[in-house]
């Protein structure tokens, strides 16, 4: 007879949902949803397969199917029919194959499910085989109990002769099954073998078999075998730390990123948990999702994930990963979410990073943008305990830029440092002291710097010499100024030209007591500082050849101009211009006994001409000082 459409098609949702319920193992809603949609009578035909028992609260209550096994080779036979065989009560062909594989489920009949449609991915055919594995052992278990009562009693109905017979071949007939239940990596090959491409491919994916080995327990297989593979690179030879980041390519970067992702917070958990397996693999595949992260500039989880390596891991990482960022800010924020994980616990791992990273970003940068070398210094400034690498960083840096010609940026190097470092560098000492003794009361610094910390104390020294030579350069700066304004004919009175002369005075007097400062520091400017071990153009003595010259030179002009200056005065009497002139003429005599004096060496850092011009300067001045003296005596 004909059957409308729409009835056809309710029928196959209904056998569908009811599929969809037996595959989550939830039998009792399906049989529900049957008596909803108006057939009970398959509810039933569901319903065949509860264990055959008695309530716990009373002895006289039963439960159950005490023929369930009759009912479950009934089952077996719905699923073994031809799609077009009466047993069939489906109204499509859609229908009669969801009816197949329910009823081949419901009987542990694995083969029927195998080779239907509906049943074509690589988690059908694992829950296929396993759930028949599964009621193999209950079947064996039933019967073996079955047999107990037949010894004891023939009043049970099941007891009978015929019906045993039956149960027996039907646990025979799911034998093959049995091989699962005490080795599920059988099923899981044998799934992988399937007759069908689509379950074979998607056996294959890295995901399904994370979870055939996860289910076995076999977590080393997953980290040597399965992933392993993934992320190791061929042309890497031996494990490092190093995240390559500069490299274009890895084996990692082609994977998915959940599947790196995922595989990460596999062995994080894993390694929690206390299972054994590869570490380094392990560590492999933590490297290739820090990697990740900082390529695609996640840099608030970096500091999370590299926690959780080992110490010289956490350190090369947390270098690589602040070098990598090149916004001084963002890298700033990179240093204080490290500083959560390690500041406190390991302050030594968090100092030895924070310097590491500074010296790898000025090296970077050498041939970039300076500003950028110097904004590595910031790195330094999160941790007052930092403040004396800081220093030492600041005078590493500031003899690259006076070894690369670049004089002008050692300023920019000391305005990086924050005004109270000496300060806290002081604390610091004292509250080392106090740790120590319990009483800072007669605490002296230096005494302190040269007892317990003769590095730190040469590292201050040179600091002080490059802030008295900033200052020098900055006072002779602003004196070149001031005189390149006040050239350009005479003054009109007496009044103007004074202001100018005391202005001029003032600003030359500046630059010649602070260019004096350096060349008479005491010890001798840089003369007592070490080298960096960066080469000998970074060394204290190319240092002062570079620098104590322009001192010398540089102050000789100041005074040479300031006569020329005076010289050229309108208004002023002839004895007034004499007496301005005078003193700028005793200080440039003057360099001739500072630059030879033993205690300050400045002479050393001269070269053959450079002596040959200075005493030529000296003995014009000499002469100019004589033929001045002549005139004020007249």
């Known amino acids: 007879h004909h059957v409308d459409k729409d009835d056809v098609e309710d029928d196959a949702d209904l056998l569908k949902g009811v599929w969809q319920l037996v595959r989550a193992g939830r039998l009792k809603e399906a049989a529900d949803l049957c008596i909803q949609l108006g057939q009970p009578w398959r509810a039933a035909s569901l319903s065949g397969g509860t264990v055959c028992g008695n309530d716990d609260d009373s002895e006289l209550s039963r439960w ?74 209950q079947d064996g278990k039933l019967l073996h109990l079955l047999r107990l009562k037949a010894n004891a009693t023939d009043l049970f109905v099941e007891n009978q002769p015929d019906y045993l017979h039956l149960y027996e071949s039907f646990v025979e007939q799911t034998k093959s099954v049995a091989r699962f239940s005490s080795n599920l990596s059988t099923l899981f090959n044998e799934v992988a073998a399937s007759s069908s491409d689509v379950v074979r491919r998607q056996a294959s994916h890295p995901h399904r078999r994370l979870q055939s080995k996860l289910i076995v327990s076999d977590v080393d297989s997953i980290v040597s075998s399965i992933l392993k593979p993934l992320f190791q690179d061929p042309s890497a030879e031996d494990f490092s730390w190093d995240l390559r980041l500069n490299t274009s390519a890895l084996p990692s970067d082609a994977l998915p990123p959940q599947l790196v992702r995922f595989a990460s917070h596999f062995v994080l958990f894993m390694t929690a948990t206390g299972e054994t397996f590869d570490t380094s693999t392990g560590y492999l595949i933590q490297k290739a999702y820090i990697r990740h992260l900082i390529k695609h500039s996640q840099h608030n989880l970096v500091a999370l994930y590299a926690s959780r390596l080992p110490k010289d891991g956490q350190a090369s990482i947390y270098v690589q990963f602040l070098t990598s960022i090149r916004n001084a800010d963002a890298r700033q924020q990179g240093l204080q979410s490290i500083a959560k994980y390690c500041c406190e616990t390991c ?178 400017w840089l ?29 000789y002009r100041v005074c040479a101009d300031a006569i020329e200056s005076f010289a050229d005065l309108q208004h002023y009497p002839m004895q007034a211009q004499q007496e301005l002139t005078l003193p700028f003429a005793q200080k440039a005599l003057q360099l001739a006994s500072v630059v030879a004096n033993d205690q300050y060496k400045v002479y050393e850092s001269f070269d053959v001409d450079q002596v040959k011009q200075l005493l030529h300067l000296l003995q014009q001045s000499a002469s100019s000082m004589l033929d001045l003296q002549g005139r004020m005596v007249l």
């Open 527 to 555: 003369s007592s500082t070490t080298g960096q071990d960066d080469g000998t153009d970074v060394s204290s003595g190319a240092m002062r050849a570079a620098c104590l010259p322009f001192v010398v030179f540089s102050l």
């Open 347 to 524: 302050p030594r791992l968090f100092a030895q990073i924070t310097k590491d990273a500074v010296q790898v970003l000025v090296q970077l940068n050498e041939s970039s943008d300076d500003m950028s070398r110097i904004q590595a210094l910031r790195l330094l400034c999160l941790d007052p305990r930092h403040r004396g690498e800081l220093l030492h960083q600041a005078n590493r840096l500031a003899r690259h830029f006076v070894a690369e010609r670049k004089p002008s940026r050692v300023k920019s190097v000391l305005q990086a440092v924050p005004d109270d470092s000496l300060a806290v560098v002081h604390d610091a000492c004292r509250r080392h002291v106090e740790s120590v003794d319990g009483d800072a009361s007669s605490f002296s610094w230096q005494h302190y710097l040269d007892e317990n910390n003769p590095q730190l104390d040469q590292v201050i020294r040179e600091f002080l010499s490059w802030t008295a030579f900033v200052a020098a350069t900055d006072a002779y700066d602003a004196w070149r100024h001031v005189l390149s304004h006040s050239t350009g004919g005479g003054l009109p009175c007496f009044d103007d030209e004074e202001k100018r002369v005391k202005v001029l005075t003032y600003h030359a007097t500046n630059a010649i007591a602070l260019l004096f400062d350096v060349l008479q520091f005491e010890g001798g």
């Open 64 to 137: 159950g199917n005490p023929l369930r096994i009759l009912w479950k080779q009934m089952c077996w036979q719905f699923a073994e029919a031809r799609p077009t065989s009466n047993l069939r009560k489906g109204k499509s062909l859609e229908a009669r194959e969801y009816e197949a594989i329910v009823y081949g489920a419901l009987s542990g009949n694995s083969a029927a499910l195998l080779r239907s449609s509906l049943c074509e991915s690589w988690e059908d055919h694992c829950w296929a085989l396993l759930s028949a594995a599964i009621q193999y052992e």
